[in-house]
């Protein structure tokens, strides 16, 4: 897996808006942890993980779908023994960024 960290000075919404937006395949891991300085965008087309908090961006690429799909279970299970709640990975309305997420057999961690 590739990872990548940088620093940006801003709030989350640069990624909402425009860095990892619905129409381009993203879907937002949501958490009771989620606020203007903190969230989680998945992609299951490019098997991406960007994880942006207080300004510290982490951008992970993983190798296949497999380790994608391992990933997003490690990020649920992290949250959920740290006290946070995982609410789900939203796909919004789209079919087909849900069906990727199908296919990758994380259906049931949809909402």
Not at 79 to 106: Q, T
């Amino acid at each position: 897996m590739k990872t990548i960290r940088e620093f940006w000075s801003g709030d989350r919404y640069r990624y909402d808006f425009k860095l990892c937006r619905l129409s381009d395949g993203w879907a937002q891991m949501d958490t009771s942890q989620d606020a203007i300085y903190f969230g989680t965008w998945v992609n299951p087309e490019k098997l991406q993980i960007v994880c942006y908090c207080e300004g510290d961006i982490t951008t992970q690429t993983t190798e296949n779908p497999v380790e994608f799909a391992a990933e997003i279970r490690k990020i649920k299970a992290w949250n959920e023994e740290a006290g946070h709640r995982f609410i789900g990975i939203d796909p919004g309305l789209c079919e087909a960024i849900a069906e990727k997420f199908n296919k990758l057999g994380l259906s049931d961690l949809l909402h």
